[in-house]
């Protein structure tokens, strides 16, 4: 500290009461204050929280009551929804497990694919080689198409006769809009039984 003084009268720094053991305007000694512990801070907390929690009751009662009540509802539906989740896992996982008991094709190991490219709209059989039988897209309108279909169909079939192991699929979904509820491979396959291959 340096040892101006600020004006006139002013009284010099003591430092003799340093601690603060002192109130200078009322002249008493003061007392030390005990640290408090965490323990009584926290249980001052919890008192306090009580306390609001019950003058709030005691002003909204029925507010409270309608509160515990729908959290008490959601409570029983979100446990019922869990358990009905568990019995589904467990119902699938039985399923499952019987499944892999008696898998019917567990013998095929091969899969012979014949992709569809066209739909078979003819309402009379027996024409399959004939371009006007089938829903055909501009790009497709070539001669010869329609007998490469057939062909097509008839190559997948003999591949998978040969192989004792091998499953045939035809695929190809209803991808024409214009050619009614009739899919691609549901069109291969009718061509293929209509001609006897299987």
């Given amino acids: 500290m340096n040892n101006h003084t600020f004006g006139p009268g002013s009284p010099k720094p003591s430092h003799a009461y340093s601690r603060g053991d002192i109130d200078l305007e009322s002249g008493n000694f003061r007392k030390h204050r005990k640290p408090k512990s965490s323990v009584s801070r926290f249980i001052r907390m919890i008192k306090s929280i009580g306390n609001q929690i019950s003058f709030f009751y005691k002003l909204h009662s029925l507010a409270i009551?309608?509160?515990?009540?729908?959290?008490?509802?959601?409570?029983?539906?979100?446990?019922?929804?869990?358990?009905?989740?568990?019995?589904?896992?467990?119902?699938?996982?039985?399923?499952?497990?019987?499944?892999?008991?008696?898998?019917?094709?567990?013998?095929?190991?091969?899969?012979?694919?014949?992709?569809?490219?066209?739909?078979?709209?003819?309402?009379?059989?027996?024409?399959?080689?004939?371009?006007?039988?089938?829903?055909?897209?501009?790009?497709?309108?070539?001669?010869?198409?329609?007998?490469?279909?057939?062909?097509?169909?008839?190559?997948?079939?003999?591949?998978a006769a040969q192989d004792e192991s091998a499953l045939l699929l035809f695929s190809g979904g209803e991808t024409r809009k214009d050619a009614g509820p009739r899919g691609e491979a549901q069109s291969y396959w009718g061509v293929a039984e209509a001609e006897g291959w299987f």
């Fill in 65 to 159: 009551f309608i509160a515990s009540l729908i959290f008490g509802v959601a409570v029983l539906i979100v446990l019922s929804m869990y358990e009905n989740s568990l019995r589904l896992m467990k119902n699938q996982n039985d399923k499952l497990s019987l499944a892999s008991d008696f898998y019917p094709l567990k013998n095929l190991h091969n899969l012979v694919m014949v992709a569809g490219h066209s739909i078979y709209i003819s309402r009379s059989c027996g024409k399959f080689d004939r371009e006007d039988s089938w829903f055909l897209e501009p790009y497709q309108r070539n001669p010869g198409q329609a007998s490469t279909f057939v062909a097509h169909i008839k190559e997948g079939v003999e591949i």
